[in-house]
């Protein structure tokens, strides 16, 4: 599934999803949501392993 | 003629179920032993809720002085139990309505599963009949545990239907169980003026919330002159006499309990006997039938949810579980489109309505810590709220609990005051993924009871403005 | 010496920011000219809810049969009153408790911008003092605003502050103006016994609401006995006789009402007479301080927040005001590591404390509509609400709007038992930008009013369950 973010460039994530995401050096708008309407959720940043060559994380 | 679906059980789980059902475009039919509404409506949430609502009235007369008011009053005990009834049969009635509204076909007797996609019913007359169905939702609901030292005799050792339609308020009362049933009864009938003791086998009374939550409502009780015995348990009772004599095994030693009545509240036993687990090859587990996340049991085409599963024996887990049943049925079939999320156990607020009120979602902060969060906690005393002084309800405190590291809303902890009305606020937010920051950006109105929820996360951010 | 922040008015803009302030290290003093706690503590929001209390225990004594409980009861006006005041006492000492526990100075007088930096505080024995801040921070409230058709005399022609300490309840009363503090004023009086006529300028009362707000609270108001007439002015009134003789335009015609007081209730005038805005040229603004997203002046390191800037006039939009300034001046100056979100003024609740109670935030379906939304609607009358049968409060209803398109929750409007305490659910969702879906996946407990929520959500989306 295509990363939630909507037409105008906004990522749709729950507040605690962009928290964990930015501690944890993940690039949100990699990550695909699961929540509703695609919505990213704590869940999908858990989930979450950067494909090769993406979304590196970067060292906390 | 085969219905689409047909709910055994016509409890908040299944009237629930089979309203959505038939909006899902099922085929639905119903099928109830006793009436419409099941325990929630008839014997539970809501005549319990009405009786608790004539000894608040009744409270407030009591201390009518204290607003500037002049009163005297008695409690009409059989009027009380009377209304409690009334309301009772009004929302049994809706029911019936609702059925019909949404041309549910309502069978009454008792049904037992007989073959794949048949239920057999004995209807009050003697006859049965076979109703066929391509689903079957077991809604059976349950009924009070019993204890071996504690047969229900339905006079003097009674369980909360009796408790419900007493003929005449007991002087006396031992409630055995400090659950939400145990404390709400112990309370009403106290306030009315019968004299209760509530004994315990754990540490502290209503042991699944918050210890200081325990404490508090302990403090309170003990205050309006309700005896609390805790680390106790009742090893006999001998109603041989005019009234009961219990005996009490504490850390001390043992004790006699002499009193009118002993009401048993000791927890809910699942109704699985004689409905054809067996014989059709339904699994069960610890008494409760075994499901999975969409309430299907290991037999195809048969389901089960509300208190004859395992979960919280609540009228809104029963409703949401028949709801997401229903709704993964109609997906199933392609007349859904949308997979209903499975339920998160773990953000089921519960509510335990005496005063003051209890009210709870998420972790306790044993809990929290157990799992190995590191937490922040903020604990706002109702004493400092002006709401609560000017509705003259000064008692109880919100408890708040967060992660440290990311800020995720881990357990409110509620006592006071219309604190049942106030924690969907904590379920959405937690629903919704929200740290402690969007929760103090929203603005919350004053004065209310609502507004010391925001007071209580910023005592655990130390940026506390009232305390 | 020179503090970093001094706070001009003690009400809950002022004295929060102070709190504020000093817990972020900032130097702080507060000037006040009459009480702590402004107009809310004193003169608004506690001592009236405290009123309200009375007159609600008082109904219950009214109607306590209905409840199964026999009483009889008459209110102690006096009494009534000498406990409103004894809460908003309490509060009030709460206040100076607050500013000793945060190392707060409070000087007591009038205080006047004198120069940049500089106000000049008169205190009640005459003397003078000049007192230095780097950034001031006016939070001078408001007052009611007089029209000149209704000059307030104190005796027969009444302002909220003697309807608040009335030596005696009248027996007849006419309230101009529908508003939040009209409604409850007319409210509290006609439960005590007064005769109420409520008289309203434009065509409906608390106009400010949904329309259909409007609509049942006035059926309520009318079954209780008070009487409305809207799209009516009080044109004069002669004071000369015994009691109030009030020409009332209608739109038939003119008529003469006859009462003991009338209580003029037309709204809020900002204070900012006399305080030195002129000669320091802090510009206004229809009456009000001109300011900013963050409260800033057109003259830098003067500030405004509350009643007397633009916005909702209410005590926790004049708190969240002063706690964003004063967060925003910490940030500008490095002592605060995050800058304050804007304060979003459509996402601010509004209540009303009469009963039934309204409360709600966001559009009405008039303003969403009018803004170009399609939208979906949802309204549950609560007649269908167990809890409410189980405590006898079965009027109202609960009203949510939805943005047709994407599901966004544009606004949600109650009237009826508690709803005050439910309110903040649907701010915090909507911070959170919530969607319908995310509130119906989040279980509200039963029996509660606030399940009812849900209700009406699922009525705006056609899967209504209890209806
Ligand atoms: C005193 C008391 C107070 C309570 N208060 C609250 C509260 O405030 N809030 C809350 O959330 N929960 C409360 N509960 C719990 C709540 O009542 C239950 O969780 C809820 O009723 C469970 O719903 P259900 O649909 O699973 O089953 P039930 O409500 O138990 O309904 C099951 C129905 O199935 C019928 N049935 C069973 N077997 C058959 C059969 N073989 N054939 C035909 N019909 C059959 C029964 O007659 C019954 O009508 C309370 C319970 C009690 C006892
Ligand atoms: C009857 C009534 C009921 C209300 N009920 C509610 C309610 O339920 N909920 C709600 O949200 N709002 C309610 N309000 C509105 C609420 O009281 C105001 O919005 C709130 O008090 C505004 O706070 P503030 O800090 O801006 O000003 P205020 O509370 O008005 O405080 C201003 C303070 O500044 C002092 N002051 C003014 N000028 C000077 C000066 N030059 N020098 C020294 N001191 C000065 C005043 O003495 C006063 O103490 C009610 C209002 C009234 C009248």
Known sequence: PAAASASNGRVLASPLAKKLAADKGIDISKVAGSGDGGRIIKRDIDNYTPAAGGGQAAAA | ?467
Request: hydrophobic share 40%; glycine share 12%.
């Open chain 2, 1 to 467: 003629m085969a219905y689409d679906v047909v709910v055994l059980g016509s409890g908040p789980g299944g009237y629930v179920a089979a309203i959505r059902a038939s909006q899902l475009g099922f085929k639905t039919a119903i099928i109830e032993k006793e009436a419409l509404g099941g325990i929630c409506l008839n014997w539970g949430c809501i005549p319990t809720k009405a009786l608790l609502k004539s000894a608040q009235v009744f409270e407030y007369i009591k201390h009518s002085k204290d607003y500037g008011i002049e009163a005297t009053g008695t409690a009409d005990f059989s009027a009380v139990i009377k209304r409690s009834r009334g309301v009772a049969d009004k929302m049994s009635k809706g029911v019936q309505f609702l059925m019909k509204k949404n041309k549910i076909d309502v069978i009454m007797g008792f049904g037992k599963l007989k073959a794949k996609g048949q239920i057999e019913v004995k209807g009050t007359d003697g006859k049965s009949q076979i109703v066929e169905a391509k689903n079957i939702i077991l809604a059976t609901g349950g009924r009070s545990r019993e204890l071996p030292s504690l047969k229900i005799d339905g006079k003097k050792i009674i369980g909360y239907r009796e408790a419900m339609v007493l003929p005449q308020q007991p002087k006396s009362m031992i409630v055995v169980g400090s659950g939400a049933i145990g404390v709400e009864f112990g309370y009403f009938y106290a306030t009315l003026g019968t004299k209760v003791t509530i004994v315990e086998f754990m540490d502290r009374i209503v042991p699944v919330e918050d210890e200081e939550i325990s404490k508090e409502l302990a403090k309170n009780f003990k205050k309006n002159g309700i005896e609390i015995m805790t680390s106790s348990e009742v090893t006999s009772v001998d109603t041989s006499g005019n009234g009961v004599k219990a005996k009490v095994k504490t850390k001390d030693g043992e004790v006699i309990l002499e009193a009118d009545v002993v009401l048993s509240a000791v927890g809910v036993a699942a109704n699985i006997e004689g409905i054809g687990l067996e014989e059709l090859g339904v699994k069960t587990e610890k008494g409760k039938i075994a499901v999975d996340k969409y309430y299907k049991t290991n037999v195809p085409g048969i389901y089960a949810i509300g208190d004859c599963v395992p979960g919280q024996a609540l009228a809104h887990v029963a409703s949401k579980e028949g709801i997401i049943c229903v709704e993964n049925i109609a997906y199933g079939e392609k007349k859904y489109n949308h997979q209903p999320e499975a339920l998160d156990y773990g953000n089921v607020p519960g509510c335990t309505y005496c005063t003051p009120e209890v009210a709870s979602v998420g972790m306790t902060e044993k809990q929290a810590k157990d799992a190995g969060y590191e937490i922040k906690v903020g604990k706002f005393p109702l004493s400092a709220a002006g709401k609560a002084t000017a509705a003259g309800h000064n008692e109880g405190f919100i408890k708040v609990i967060f992660d440290a590291k990311y800020g995720e809303w881990l357990g409110t902890h509620m006592i006071g005051y219309n604190v049942t009305e106030m924690i969907a606020e904590t379920v959405v937010a937690r629903k919704l993924e929200t740290t402690y920051h969007e929760v103090l950006d929203s603005i919350h109105p004053h004065p209310t009871m609502s507004e010391n929820i925001k007071e209580a996360i910023e005592v655990a951010y130390g940026e506390a403005i009232h305390i």
